[in-house]
């Protein structure tokens, strides 16, 4: 018959030495991505993704050290070289941790280049505008017959919209699609969409003409076969870089 006031010495289970820390970080969990994203905008206070994975990291590290606790008791090291590399260790998985975290979210924690390669970097964009424009005004592709640029006195043809703002519109004009994509299309794939018109309050481009909304897709095609791989990546360069007019037009 066993003893009422004995304590047990029997060996904890697996699911008895984790639930406490388990329960803890399911809840917690749960109320970090289900409840927190919902927090009203005029509260004042808006939690962002970096913010849940940060709780989520400290919730789960939490857990892992609760866990450890549960375990029962750790074999010491067994000299002091193991010691200090036990030491070592945690330092770096914890600081490492951090680091990493800290890569990801704050740009300021990114690696600085050096002036020089900065500079060769502006250079080269530059270099690389200065030939897209080269490839603009060319007679042998002609963008300048139907496309006008205001912002730099590019008196062209009034055929095309003018595309001296066509850089900033072509961040918004396709969900989904970067701004360098976006001019792609455009020059490779005319008929993907419909520039919209002034006055339309249209920002992204449209499937379908429609002669209230959007201008009639009169560019040619062709592009993408005229134009060599290089000169194409110039010419979105140079348009790119056209955010000066908001003149509310650009193809």
Not at 77 to 92: D, G, K, N
Not at 200 to 210: G, I, T, V
Request: aromatic share 10%; hydrophobic share 40%.
């Amino acid at each position: 018959m066993s003893d009422p006031g004995r304590i047990s010495t029997a060996p904890k289970s697996l699911w008895q030495r984790i639930r406490g820390p388990v329960i803890f970080a399911v809840v917690s969990l749960t109320v970090i991505w289900g409840l927190l994203p919902r927090v009203p905008q005029n509260w004042g206070i808006q939690f962002g993704v970096p913010y849940l994975v940060f709780f989520s990291l400290a919730v789960l590290s939490a857990t892992l050290f609760f866990i450890l606790l549960n375990w029962g008791p750790i074999r010491q090291p067994s000299s002091p070289v193991m010691t200090f590399m036990s030491i070592l260790l945690v330092y770096v998985a914890t600081v490492g941790g951090l680091v990493a975290f800290g890569l990801w979210y704050y740009p300021q924690f990114e690696i600085p280049q050096s002036a020089v390669e900065t500079g060769k970097e502006q250079e080269a964009e530059i270099a690389a505008e200065e030939r897209g424009k080269e490839v603009f005004l060319s007679p042998t592709f002609a963008c300048f017959a139907c496309h006008t640029i205001v912002a730099l006195g590019i008196r062209g043809g009034q055929r095309g919209p003018d595309l001296s703002d066509v850089g900033r519109q072509a961040e918004t004009r396709k969900t989904g699609m970067s701004a360098e994509e976006y001019l792609k299309e455009s020059l490779v794939n005319p008929w993907a969409c419909f520039t919209p018109l002034p006055g339309s309050e249209l920002a992204e481009c449209q499937p379908a003409a429609d002669a209230a909304t959007t201008y009639p897709q009169l560019m040619p095609p062709g592009y993408g076969d005229r134009l060599s791989e290089e000169q194409l990546k110039d010419l979105i360069a140079f348009l790119k870089s056209l955010k000066g007019v908001q003149s509310g037009t650009e193809r």
